[in-house]
């Protein structure tokens, strides 16, 4: 049972990290969009991907410093 919880929270972690980027990106397009600037997209690419989560990243560190 133990080892079922500990797979479900890799799991979960993976999934977080790995959609947390991807939403991010997309939230952006979407507030630029409605905000009527229509020639500014930036590519769901893989090097797009980890630049916003290097960013995230980047923005706990603190926090985690403090803490």
């Not at 990290?17 to 991807?22: R, S, T």
């Not at 952006?28 to 630049?51: K, Q, Y």
């Amino acid at each position: 049972m133990l080892l079922l919880k500990i797979v479900v929270m890799l799991v979960l972690v993976v999934l977080m990290i790995m959609a947390g980027p991807w939403c991010m990106i997309w939230a952006i397009n979407t507030l630029v969009a409605a905000g009527g600037v229509t020639t500014f997209v930036i590519e769901f690419n893989f090097w797009t991907w980890l630049a916003a989560l290097l960013l995230g990243g980047l923005a706990i560190v603190p926090k985690i410093r403090r803490g």
